[in-house]
T-cell receptor
Framework: DTGVSQDPRHKITKRGQNVTFRCDPISEHNRLYWYRQTLGQGPEFLTYFQNEAQLEKSRLLSDRFSAERPKGSFSTLEIQRTEQGDSAMYLC??????????FGPGTRLTVL | DAKTTQPPSMDCAEGRAANLPCNHSTISGNEYVYWYRQIHSQGPQYIIHGLKNNETNEMASLIITEDRKSSTLILPHATLRDTAVYYCIVRVVSRGNTPLVFGKGTRLSVIA
């Protein structure tokens, strides 16, 4: 399968713990996006990379969130000191330049 | 905020055409109409997009009105696997960052 992959698919953690998610985009795609989706809502944009450069961050991305894309390949999203309000599906998408975005299956985070 | 309005839910009989409407009365001349769908517990899936001409691919047809203020996504022969939330999105396609802005979409239920 050459689509976007995300790991883990599910993560349960206790409040206050740190978590890290990984996204592997489609290999030739230079753009990578992170979105968050809560129950009953559509996905909301968090941040965007073009190659290894993080070019935009949404106001939803608090200081507890950090994302990286070393070498312009895979990306990680870390949440420090998790809160119950962080419980959501975290979606990664990639695209070739400005064309359509292809999404991964998501990582579902539950903060107890 | 999303720039589109969609009905919250629709039903369709299996084998019949599903016609999903979308209102985007404030669309700008350089904004495309995109459709994505999200099957339960999966990431969004790209379906089709268009600027002003009608478009067709292997998944669906997109009909855009002449004034571009509304559009209809047509699934010609709906199957049970088409049950999903369908999102209509207007988006500028540019060389910069253009994240997708999702609304709540239309929940399509295909009934046997």
């Amino acid at each position: 399968d050459t689509g976007v992959s995300q790991d883990p698919r599910h993560k349960i953690t206790k409040r206050g713990q740190n978590v890290t998610f990984r996204c592997d985009p489609i290999s030739e795609h230079n753009r990578l996006y992170w979105y968050r989706q809560t129950l009953g809502q559509g996905p909301e944009f968090l941040t965007y990379f073009q190659n290894e450069a993080q070019l935009e961050k949404s106001r939803l991305l608090s200081d507890r969130f950090s994302a990286e894309r070393p070498k312009g390949s895979f990306s990680t999203l870390e949440i420090q000191r998790t809160e119950q309000g962080d419980s959501a599906m975290y979606l990664c998408a990639s695209s070739l330049a400005q064309y359509e975005q292809f999404f991964g299956p998501g990582t579902r985070l539950t903060v107890l | 905020d999303a720039k589109t309005t969609q009905p919250p839910s629709m039903d369709c009989a299996e084998g019949r055409a599903a016609n999903l409407p979308c209102n985007h009365s404030t669309i700008s001349g350089n904004e495309y109409v995109y459709w994505y769908r999200q099957i339960h517990s999966q990431g969004p899936q790209y379906i089709i997009h268009g600027l002003k001409n009608n478009e067709t691919n292997e998944m669906a047809s997109l009909i855009i009105t002449e004034d571009r203020k509304s559009s209809t996504l047509i699934l010609p022969h709906a199957t049970l696997r088409d049950t999903a939330v369908y999102y209509c999105i207007v988006r500028v396609v540019s060389r910069g960052n253009t994240p997708l802005v999702f609304g709540k979409g239309t929940r399509l239920s295909v009934i046997a």
